[in-house]
């Protein structure tokens, strides 16, 4: 909040007052008292305070499995999530959630949304799909009977692509019928794609970019520490991995490693309604609203494996099959913000402080 300052001259937004009595008022001034305030309403304050987070709100929710969930996606309205035993549940608001239903016979390790299908990658390069997250139907494997797990997918500009453990890759315009392209890599274990751009990353920090999920580009990470997670969001690629590693980029060929705040694995990451996200071992949980200043804290669970976002919320899957939603801002921030308090201002004063908007 360094654009507030008492310094300032009394007419400009963000100059700061002080009342020995909370209940005085000052005409143009607002009391810093941590009021939720409309960004239309007063956009000039809002231009200078910004976001202000205020805590992570938590809400654990029974799944239904004790399996682990690897794997986590949202569309059409739908949360959906797979487990280690091949089955899932999907839900309209992240509490709910339906009966568990057997998605595939193998583990699940991925999951993606597009154009209404909803695809599952599996243990053995098993891959289904279902229009409803209900009715799933195995379609055939490229890489089926040999230990090409599927850990990764990913869906954009009209295409599936999975990304198989060992180095596989496919792509398919409908999920049913594949094609097999060439990674030249091994250990893949992320992917994400954003503005016309493919991305994928894996163990020793390569990345790998493409504008059609068939001839691949090597690009520098900034990492030699295993690359466990990535997401796109706001014109930002973000990767995860090993000990805490991160790093971004707006194009994603040049990167920046950034101080991710935690040495725990970053396992998932995800980015909605203007915040990016991340979730690691021992339940650690990042957040970010630039991907560069990063506060952490404890969920209170276990290591978290499968992040999504969708409709306002965030989810988590974890080891032991347990779920929870989540939210570091207790308002919307992408029409409201929020005031100030004085002690977040001063630890030191007694004051009531106004500000001017």
């Not at 290591?303 to 974890?318: A, W």
């Not at 347990?322 to 029409?335: A, C, D, M, Q, V």
Request: aromatic share 14%; hydrophobic share 30%; glycine share 14%.
């Amino acid at each position: 909040m360094s654009n507030l300052t008492e310094k300032k001259p009394r007419t400009k937004t963000g100059h700061l007052r002080y009342l020995a009595n909370a209940n005085d008022n000052i005409g143009g001034y607002l009391k810093c008292d941590g009021s939720i305030l409309l960004q239309n309403s007063y956009p000039n304050l809002y231009n200078v305070i910004g976001i202000i987070q205020d805590g992570f709100s938590w809400t654990t929710v029974t799944s239904g499995t004790t399996d682990s969930i690897y794997a986590l996606t949202y569309g059409n309205g739908l949360y959906v999530f797979g487990d280690y035993s091949g089955n899932g549940a999907s839900s309209t608001n992240a509490i709910n959630w339906s009966t568990l239903i057997a998605f595939d016979a193998l583990n699940i390790f991925s999951l993606t949304y597009g154009n209404g299908i909803y695809v599952c990658g599996c243990a053995y390069g098993y891959l289904g799909t279902s229009t409803n997250a209900i009715n799933w139907t195995t379609q055939t494997a490229l890489y089926s009977g040999t230990n090409q797990t599927i850990q990764s997918l990913t869906y954009g500009n009209g295409l599936y692509v999975f990304f198989g453990l060992a180095g596989y890759i496919g792509t398919s315009t409908n999920a049913i019928n594949w094609t097999s392209q060439t990674s030249g890599t091994a250990n893949i274990q992320a992917s994400t794609y954003g503005n016309g751009i493919y991305v994928y990353g894996g163990l020793g920090g390569f990345l790998l970019t493409s504008t059609n999920a068939m001839n691949w580009n090597t690009q520098t990470s900034g990492t030699a520490s295993n690359i466990y997670s990535l997401t796109y969001g706001n014109g930002l690629y973000v990767y995860g991995g090993y000990s805490g590693s991160l790093g971004t980029s707006t194009n994603a060929i040049n990167w920046t490693t950034q101080s991710s705040g935690t040495t725990q694995h970053i396992w998932a990451l995800t980015y909605g309604n203007g915040i990016y996200v991340y979730g690691g071992g021992t339940g650690v949980i990042g957040s970010s609203t630039n991907a560069i200043n990063w506060t952490t804290q404890s969920s209170g669970t276990t290591s978290i494996y499968s992040l999504t976002f969708g409709n306002g919320v965030y989810v988590y899957g974890r080891v032991g099959g347990g779920l929870g939603t989540f939210s570091p801002y207790s308002y919307n921030i992408s029409t409201s913000f929020k005031l100030p308090t004085t002690t977040q201002l001063y630890s030191n004063i007694s004051s009531q402080t106004f500000i001017k908007y």
